[in-house]
């Protein structure tokens, strides 16, 4: 499981220049959530249009992921953490994952300033 949710980290950030909409809704449950690092909560809705009108157009995105850990919850939930640093910019973030028939889904995502 470790490499595979690896893989999908940092969520958000790995998607290639130009995919839609419907690229992040296949990778979210219909009740994720997100608290940003300003400490705001931000609905799914909000998170998917701005990833649309992000991944829209090229953008440069330096990141490395370090101290990258993984831990069931419960049954097909797991829990990412992982420290972020985009271009000095440094935040620890969480990530709540399911397993489902589809594939990986993201439930709740955080990113908290280092």
Request: hydrophobic share 40%.
């Amino acid at each position: 499981m470790d490499g595979e949710l690896r893989a999908l980290e940092p969520i958000f950030h790995r998607a290639p220049a130009g995919v839609g909409r419907a690229f992040f809704e296949r990778m979210t449950a219909p009740d994720f959530f997100e608290i940003g690092a300003s400490g705001r909560l931000y609905s799914r809705e909000f998170v998917l249009d701005t990833l649309a009108e992000r991944h829209s157009r090229p953008h440069d995105d330096p990141w490395e992921v370090t101290d990258f850990t993984s831990r069931r919850l419960e049954g097909d939930t797991w829990l990412v953490t992982y420290l972020l640093d985009q271009a000095g910019r440094v935040s620890r973030r969480s990530t709540v994952w399911t397993w489902t028939a589809d594939g990986w889904v993201a439930r709740h995502h955080q990113g908290t300033l280092v």
